[in-house]
């Protein structure tokens, strides 16, 4: 359960949302676990509500205000908490605690997966007005990212990659060859399935952009769809996680097995081509 911590209500909506159901909670006597039955939702749920670690699942309002007698209320107020842009402080606080984790990417490793060298290089070209120290912040916090893939019990992991993720060169061949080898490591890791959904698949599930699909043992999924330019979003209703996961079923059909694929990788690994003269 998510450690309890002291929320500002003003700091965003998300907070405004969760500090209302706390206070509204406290007033009726009622613990965290009381409340999560009376809802139908687990004790994480609320917690992760409460401290606004993640917005309102879908349900979760329409179920608050039939217990508090707030008909609709909670239920408008979550829908303005799902269209602020926190996207990615939500995605990292699920990454964190999810136990499957599935990815689709088109265009470039994901961050999970990306060395030091490949993440700088694709940070610095995709926001080159962020200065030099500003880069080498979020580079660390991507990196520190990374360390749950060391976890005793990390979580399971599959992840399925464009052959353009694969065939596209990134600074140098070497920084390239580097995040190869990488990927081939980690798609011999345990935990991890790798597939690559090779050109000759043609049209695909997955045109309409990279998103990320996240289990939990003890909470409902969730799902992020990415956008241009660093943005994204939360898909958490029903419908929109039930076209997710119909299109990751999809790809990953698509896709070379993971035997195949590994061969596919290191194949590239002597075909990289780059030219900086």
């Known amino acids: 359960m998510p450690a309890p911590r002291v929320l500002d209500p003003l700091s965003s909506l998300a907070a405004f949302f969760g500090s209302e159901i706390r206070r509204m909670r406290e007033q009726q006597g009622w613990s965290q676990e009381e409340l999560a039955g009376k809802l139908g939702w687990s004790l994480a749920t609320v917690a992760s509500v409460e401290t606004a670690r993640r917005s309102p699942p879908h349900g979760f309002p329409e179920k608050a205000d039939a217990v508090f007698g707030l008909p609709e209320m909670l239920e408008h107020l979550a829908e303005l908490v799902r269209s602020t842009p926190r996207w990615f402080e939500h995605y990292i606080e699920l990454e964190a605690q999810a136990t499957r984790i599935n990815i689709w990417s088109m265009n470039l490793v994901p961050g999970l997966f990306q060395t ?88 695909h599930a997955g045109l309409g952009g990279p998103f990320t699909l996240f289990e939990f043992a003890d909470q409902p999924p969730a799902a992020y769809a990415e956008g241009r330019g660093g943005s994204g979003r939360l898909l958490d209703q029903k419908h929109e996680l039930e076209t997710a996961s119909l299109a990751y079923d999809q790809l990953r059909a698509a896709a070379l097995t993971p035997e195949a694929s590994i061969g596919l990788i290191v194949g590239a690994m002597s075909d990289i081509w780059i030219d900086r003269t």
């Open 116 to 203: 030091e060298d490949y993440a700088r290089t694709v940070m610095r070209s995709g926001w080159p007005l962020n200065p030099p120290d500003s880069l080498e912040e979020e580079l660390a916090e991507r990196l520190e990212r990374q360390r749950i893939l060391e976890r005793p019990s990390p979580p399971n992991i599959w992840v399925v990659l464009h052959e353009a993720a694969v065939k596209q060169p990134i600074k140098s061949v070497e920084v390239t060859r580097a995040q190869l080898k990488r990927l081939v490591e980690l798609g011999r890791q345990p935990n991890v399935t790798l597939q690559i959904l090779p050109f000759a698949s043609g049209e």
